[in-house]
C-alpha cells in the first residue's frame, strides 16, 4: 500500500440559483482534478446551488433543483473511482441543513451538515439553515425515490461522521467551523483523521487575505495532518466578492495555494501529500498523543477506495510554499475590479457609463473599469476561452479579440463630464485627460440648460427665485441649489447610458456607475438621488484615505501620471460659485466640519469597537490628547453623531457597491440600525459634558501651547471621581445614568423633566447646510 496522496481543492465561481452553471463548472472541476492526478476533489460551500439564494432557501424547488444536479454529477464516468464531495442544502426531517454530501462510484457515503452557522457582518445563515448539534451522532437519511433510483440505496448516514478509506482519514468541516471557539479539526486530529476539509464561502474585505491562510495554518500546525481549504470567487449575486485563496497546508505549512484574484471561473488547487509526515509530526508531539489516548471515536464511513498507489514511490510532496499577500492598493485595484466583471457578464449589459468628474472618487472609478479590461485581456491572452466568449458576448462582436486594454476600455467605458457654471477649468481638464489616457469614450455636456429650466419652474409657481449663498441666500435656498444640480447629473446620466450604445451602433444598454466612498456615505455627505445613486459602485465600500493611496498606486501601475494632480487637488464637489477669479470656493472637508482621516477614525470606533457617542468621546480624549483639548474631542464627536443621525436615512437608497471596508455603514446588510434618530443625542451628549466638566478645570485652554500630562489627567480624575462619590446632589458631575443625576436633575428642574444642559447642544452643531436642529 502507498502512502502519498494527490488531492484537489476546487475555487469556483458559482451563481445563485445558476443550476446549469454550476453544474458545468462542477464538472469541470472534476476533469481537471482527475488529468492533474487527484484521487480525491472537494470544493466550496453550497457550490451546487450557489451561496446567496438566501430566502429561495425556503423554496422546496431549490432544495429538488440541487438533487437533481448531484444525480447529473453521480452519474458521469469522469466521477468513476473518484472519491467527490459538493455543497448543497439538505432538507432532513423537515429542518434545512448546509451540507457536504460524499460520494463514490454512484454511492452517496455521507451527508455531513454544518454544526456551525455565521451569523456575523454580511453573513445571516441562521436565517436559511440551522445548524447539526447531535456531535460524533449519524442518522439515516431517506433518499429521494429519484437518487434512490440511481444509487440503490434508500437511505445514507447524515450526521457528524468521516470516511476511512484503506489508507486514511477523511474529516470535514464546513466554513465557520473554522472560525468557531470550538473548532471539530481538534477532536477529529485526536480521533486518528489525517485529512481536514473545509468547504468556504469567504469574501473579500481589505486586509482580510491572511486571516484565512493564518487560521487554516494554524490548525494543521497545532493538530498535525493536512487542512484542505476550498473556497468561493466572484459576485454570486451579492454585494460581496468571494475571494478564492484554496489553499492546502500540512503540519502548519501551506503546500499549495490558489490565486486571490482571478477571471477563471475554475481553478483547481493540486497538493501531494506524504502520510507518513503527518503520523510522524503528530507522534512527536507527546501531550497531543496522552490527549488523544482518552478523546472520543468519531463514527467512521468506512470506503473502499485507494487514494495513493503502490508505485507513488517517485511521486514528490508538495514542499512548504512562500505566501504573497496583496497590499490593500492591489486588493482594491483588483477586487471591484473582479467584482464589476462578474455584474456586467451577468447582468446583460454592454458596458458602463461613468459621470466623470475630475475628482478623486470618479477617477478611482474609472481605473477600476481599467484595470477589468487589464485582467480581461491578460486572461484572453493566457487562453481563457470563457473570458474571450463573456467579452464577445457583451459587445455583440463574435470576431473581436481585445489584445489591448485602452482600446477595450473605449469600447465598455463611457465617461462624461457634466460641467455646469460652476466647475472649473481645472476638473474639466483633468476629467479629459484621465479619460484619455485610460481609453474611455469620453463626452463633456453643460447641465445649466437643464437647471435654469427647473428653476424656471419654480420660479413660475412661487414667483420667488433661490440665491447661492454668495448672492444673499439663505442656507436652505444655498443647499437647494446644490442639489438640483447633482440630481440633474443622476437623470442625465440614466438618459445617456441607455441611449449612447445606440449612438455607437450597438445594442443594449449601459450600466450607471456611482463613485460616492465609504466614509461619505457615513457622514451623509452626498445628496440622496444625485450621481451617488446609480446601478453599482465599485468604491462604495472603500475609505477615501485607501482610495488616494489606490490612485498612487495605480499612477504608476497603470501609467496613468495625470493622477498625481487629481490626488494634489482638494476634493470639493464644485456645486457653489467660483471666485472672481474663477478658482474653488467650496471643498469637502471644509463642508463636512471634519477631516477624511477623522471621518475614517469615526467610523472604526463606531462600527469595530462598537462605541456609541460617549465611548467615542472617552477613547479619543486619550488618542487625540496631544493635538485636541477635551472640549475640542467632544466638539468633534457630537459633530460626527449629529450628523450620522440626520443623513443616516439615506443609507436605505446607497447604491450596491462591493463590500471591502470593515467600517461599511451599508444598511441592505451589513450595519444594522435604525434609519431616524433623535439628532439631538440629549442623554449621550450629557454623558460627554458631564465628564469635560471633570477634565476642564486642569486641562489648558485651546489657545495654549501646553498640553497636560497623563498623569495629570489620571490624577485629576481620581480627585474627581473623590468629589463625585461625596456630592450626591451635583447633577453636574454625575454620570446620566446614575441615581443622583436623576434625583439632582429632579430638583433642578422642580419636576420639569431633563435638565438644561441635556439639550444644550440644540442650535450649537450645524452640518454644511448651516441649520441648526
Known sequence: MGRKVTVAVATLNQWALDFEGNLARIMQSIMEARELGAMYRTGPELEVCGYSCEDH???????????????????????????????????????????????????????????ANCDDDNYRETRWFTPWMKRLTTEDYFLPRMVSKVTGQNTAPFGDAVIATKETVIGFEICEELWNVRSPHIDMSLSGVEIIVNSSGSYMELRKAHIVTDLIRNASFKAGGAYLFSNLRGCDGQRTWFNGCSAVALNGEVIARGKQFSLQDVEITIATIDLEDIRSYRGAMRSRCTTAASCPTYPRIVCDLELSTEGDIFKIPNPPMKIHYNTPEEEIAYGPACWLWDYLRRSGQGG?????????????????????????????????????????????????????????????????????VNSSRETRQRASILSNQLGSYHIEINIDTAINAILGIFHAVTGLTPKFKKHGGCPRQNLALQNIQSRCRMVLAYLFAQLMLWVRNRPGGLLVLGSANVDEALRGYLTK????????????????????????????????????????????????????????????????????????????????SFC???????????????????????????????????????????????????????????????????????????AIDDELDKLMPIYTSSTSQMRPSTDDLMSHTEICESTHRSSHLDSKNSSPLSCSSIEGTKKTNMGSGYSKVHVNVLGKIKDRTGIPV
Open 612 to 686: 456609541g457617542p460617549y465611548g467615542m468621546f472617552c477613547k479619543l480624549v486619550a488618542t487625540w490628547k496631544n493635538d485636541l483639548s477635551p472640549k475640542e474631542v467632544a466638539d468633534k464627536v457630537k459633530h460626527f453623531f449629529r450628523c450620522y443621525a440626520i443623513n443616516r436615512h439615506k443609507m436605505t437608497v446607497l447604491t450596491p457597491s462591493v463590500h471591502a471596508e470593515s467600517y461599511s455603514p451599508d444598511d441592505n446588510r451589513f450595519d444594522h440600525r435604525p434609519f431616524l434618530y433623535r439628532a439631538n443625542w440629549s442623554w449621550q451628549f450629557k
Open 352 to 420: 458602463f457609463f461613468l459621470p466623470l468628474s475630475g475628482g478623486v472618487d470618479s477617477s478611482c472609478s474609472a481605473t477600476i473599469v481599467h484595470s477589468m479590461c487589464r485582467l480581461i485581456v491578460q486572461a484572453i491572452v493566457s487562453g481563457d476561452e470563457q473570458v474571450l466568449s463573456d467579452v464577445r458576448k457583451i459587445l455583440g462582436d463574435p470576431d473581436y479579440t481585445p489584445d489591448y486594454a485602452p482600446a477595450l476600455c473605449n469600447r465598455l467605458l463611457v465617461t462624461c463630464f457634466m460641467g455646469s
Open 57 to 115: 432557501f425556503k423554496e422546496p424547488d431549490t432544495f429538488l433543483h440541487s438533487w437533481e444536479v448531484l444525480m447529473e454529477i453521480m452519474m458521469s464516468p469522469i466521477c468513476t473511482d473518484m472519491l467527490i464531495d459538493v455543497g448543497m442544502p439538505v432538507m432532513h426531517r423537515n429542518v434545512a441543513y448546509n451540507c457536504r454530501v460524499a460520494f463514490l462510484n454512484r454511492k452517496i457515503l455521507l451527508i455531513r451538515p454544518k454544526m
Open 529 to 608: 438621488y444625485d450621481c451617488s445613486s446609480a446601478d453599482v459602485n465599485p468604491i462604495g465600500g472603500v475609505s477615501k484615505t485607501d482610495l488616494k493611496k489606490f490612485l498612487i498606486y495605480a499612477k504608476d501601475k497603470f501609467n496613468l501620471p495625470i493622477l498625481e494632480e487629481i490626488i494634489d487637488a482638494p476634493p470639493t464637489a464644485e456645486l457653489e460659485p467660483l471666485s472672481e477669479g474663477g478658482h474653488l470656493q467650496q471643498t469637502d472637508e471644509q463642508d463636512m466640519g471634519m477631516t477624511y482621516a477623522e471621518l475614517s477614525e469615526f467610523g472604526r470606533l463606531r462600527k469595530q
